[in-house]
T-cell receptor
Framework: DSGVTQTPKHLITATGQRVTLRCSPRSGDLSVYWYQQSLDQGLQFLIQ???????AKGNILERFSAQQFPDLHSELNLSSLELGDSALYFCASSARTGASLETQYFGPGTRLLVL | KNQVEQSPQSLIILEGKNCTLQ??????????LRWYKQDTGRGPVSLTI?????NTKSNGRYTATLDADTKQSSLHITASQLSDSASYICVVSSGNNRLAFGKGNQVVVIP
């Protein structure tokens, strides 16, 4: 158990809908990262937050947004969902900014299926 | 073209045998290289992290090597166990949290 929790574990929804994925980092970790993993693309970095502020952006679509709250939990919002958004969404956390050699601890993931 | 290429894509090995996974990258500038192990349906777990100046790093039966000149890394698994069956992902950082991911080496260990 990494100490990172994600809810829900599974999510089934329809195209065009909007969903929110939630992540609670390890106790004391200030950085939260979001990743998408699909069968054909592998792991892709979406976005990082550090202590409530956006720190780095990866391949995140404009239909997707995220935020980190004062209690350091984070939410990833996916809107206007398309079939291709079906994937595993992972959250990871690290103690500081992640710019050093910090280990990122991954949560168990949320499996999203868009029908 | 993917900036991180891993080979072989998949392999099957007998329990107790050794194997080596390869990671070639074109990422520049280079900050660090990480190997993760991902069990099916679970989040990746960090195995090793190496910087430019490190040639080798071990974590139990896992040994990673890095040649920053040729931009190659390998992950060697010694005396494989059934629990080593997983995907092994190579991740290269270019600093500023810019990460490039390989698609993984799928390893299956059979008794």
């Amino acid at each position: 158990d990494s100490g990172v929790t994600q809810t829900p574990k599974h999510l089934i929804t329809a195209t065009g809908q909007r969903v929110t994925l939630r992540c609670s980092p390890r106790s004391g970790d200030l950085s939260v990262y979001w990743y998408q993993q699909s069968l054909d693309q592998g792991l892709q970095f979406l976005i990082q937050y550090y202590n409530g502020e956006e720190r780095a952006k990866g391949n995140i679509l404009e239909r997707f947004s995220a935020q980190q709250f004062p209690d350091l939990h984070s939410e990833l919002n996916l809107s206007s969902l398309e079939l291709g958004d079906s994937a595993l969404y992972f959250c990871a956390s690290s103690a500081r900014t992640g710019a050093s050699l910090e280990t990122q601890y991954f949560g168990p993931g949320t499996r999203l299926l868009v029908l | 073209k993917n900036q991180v290429e891993q080979s072989p894509q998949s392999l099957i090995i007998l329990e107790g045998k050794n194997c080596t996974l390869q990671c070639n990258y074109t990422v520049s500038p280079f900050s660090n290289l990480r190997w993760y192990k991902q069990d099916t349906g679970r989040g990746p777990v960090s195995l090793t992290i190496m910087t430019f100046s490190e040639n080798t790093k071990s974590n139990g039966r896992y040994t990673a090597t890095l040649d920053a000149d040729t931009k190659q890394s390998s992950l060697h698994i010694t005396a494989s166990q059934l629990s080593d069956s997983a995907s092994y992902i190579c991740v290269v950082s270019s600093g500023n949290n810019r990460l490039a991911f390989g698609k993984g080496n799928q390893v299956v260990v059979i008794p």
